[in-house]
């Protein structure tokens, strides 16, 4: 019985793989003489694992700065994954509120992990070989990661990208190039000393800010904000779907970028000293979410949710580390 089922599925499978080439114009015979002369897939040659492993190219003979490089290749990894489900969301025929709700739930569990992992950085990485190898790498900085900004462009309207300090400035009818030009990160890249654009940000600037204003364009209308305003009221309404949402929100703009004060703080800070970041960066101000008050879906919160954007966590976090780090 087992063989005449086997036997069955054979012919079943090349039936089917019959009418799949011919849809194409193509021979049937032709493709099954080339599977026979294909070789067998292997787990090194699919993920190119040779290649990935020629990735890291420590710029400094401190064994930690491979730890460094490993894990910011790892975000940016989590980035792609990201990006990959919102262009999934952009392009989707036929948007349901399950749909939605999948794709939103998957960038959740994406971040999730980013920030559950950041101690591979806060705890792994000794701070006397942060401190010596991280000024080779001045200018670079993880500002410079044109995938988060992707991911912002990608989830709200631009307008609520802007520095909150320019946002009652511009409307609906403010065009893209305007809004880009005031983006809250500009900002957080300033030279702390002469208010001038830092060589960290004229370099992406140079590098990105064409690529960023086309999908800027892209997303216009097709980004997660606008396309959850376009879900039936039901949907819209819907509890899972505006929690999954916050969730995102929280974790982009509040969970990601204090995870990284954190760990600056507990790595810029030694003997009471505090080191400038390499790319020269306004990072005490740019980073805490309370000062640029950037919330993807606005309307989805009360008005004191508003008010106190990540002050708990700055609260819990990085008040009491300042505390502790000035007593040591």
């Given amino acids: 019985m087992h063989g005449n089922h086997s036997e069955n599925n054979i012919h079943e499978l090349i039936e089917k793989l019959t009418t799949h080439y011919q849809k194409d114009g193509q021979d049937v015979n032709t493709h099954l003489e080339g599977l026979l002369n294909s ?11 040779d290649s990935l492993l020629t990735l890291q190219n420590p710029k400094t003979p401190y064994a930690d700065e491979m730890v460094f490089i490993v894990y910011h290749q790892i975000t940016e990894l989590y980035f792609k994954l990201v990006m990959h489900e919102l262009q999934q969301l952009k392009t989707a025929e036929s948007l349901t509120g399950a749909i939605f709700l999948k794709r939103v739930e998957r960038c ?43 991911v912002e462009i990608a989830s709200t309207d631009l307008i609520n990208l ?19 030009e ?43 904000w606008s ?24 974790h982009i703009n ?10 600056a703080l507990g790595h810029l800070i ?8 390499t790319g020269g960066t306004n990072w005490r101000e740019y980073l805490p979410p309370r000062f640029q008050k950037v919330i993807f879906f606005p309307s989805l919160y009360t008005k004191e ?22 007593q040591v």
């Fill in 182 to 224: 005031e983006l809250y990160w500009k900002k957080g890249a300033t030279d702390t000393k002469t208010g001038e654009k830092t060589l960290t940000l004229r370099q992406f600037e140079t590098e990105y800010t064409a690529k960023l204003i086309q999908l800027a364009y892209e997303y216009k209308s097709r980004n997660v």
């Fill in 305 to 326: 949710e508003l008010e106190n954007w990540g002050k708990n966590w700055v609260e819990k976090e990085v008040i009491s580390k300042i505390q502790a780090a000035k």
């Fill in 39 to 49: 070789n067998y897939v292997k787990y090194w040659d699919y993920i190119r694992l």
């Fill in 162 to 180: 802007v520095h909150t300090d320019s946002r009652d400035k511009y409307d609906d009818y403010s065009t893209i190039e305007e809004l880009f």
């Fill in 270 to 277: 030694k003997n009471k000293q505090l080191y400038s970041a």
């Fill in 108 to 150: 959740n569990w994406y971040f999730g992990q980013l920030i559950s992992s950041f101690d591979i950085i806060s705890v792994g990485l000794d701070q006397d070989q942060f401190l010596k190898f991280r000024v080779a790498l001045t200018p670079a900085s993880g500002f410079q990661s044109v995938q988060y900004r992707m």
């Fill in 227 to 250: 396309l959850y305003r376009r879900l039936s009221l039901d949907d819209q309404a819907n509890s899972a779907i505006q929690e999954a949402l916050k969730q995102l929100d929280q």
């Fill in 254 to 263: 509040i969970n990601w970028p204090l995870m990284h004060y954190k760990y």
